[in-house]
């Protein structure tokens, strides 16, 4: 019975060793390291849960492309439309 329990344990452990050696060798692969490359979106689709805005303001669906914002100015023209509104 001791070598039957034995045999089953060094199965294991080979098999063990062998998806280690598997794993090793996928995520050193370029297949691996391509898949973790991932795309810049060119549209971006943002949908409010309108129940929830009612509340605070009116609902409109709004849609823009990434390509058109400069980060540096979508920043300054938003502060700058707060202060309108709120002076």
Known sequence: MFG???????LI???ITILKF?????FTSNYYNKSLQ???PVQVYFNPNP???SIISPYKKQLFKVEE??????WFK????QKKNLG
């Open 4 to 10: 039957l329990k034995g045999a089953y344990f060094y």
């Open 13 to 15: 452990a080979l098999q």
């Open 22 to 26: 598997f794993k090793k060798i996928y």
């Open 38 to 40: 991932s795309k810049v």
């Open 51 to 53: 129940f929830l805005l």
């Open 69 to 74: 914002i400069d980060p540096n100015n979508f």
């Open 78 to 81: 938003k502060c700058k439309f």
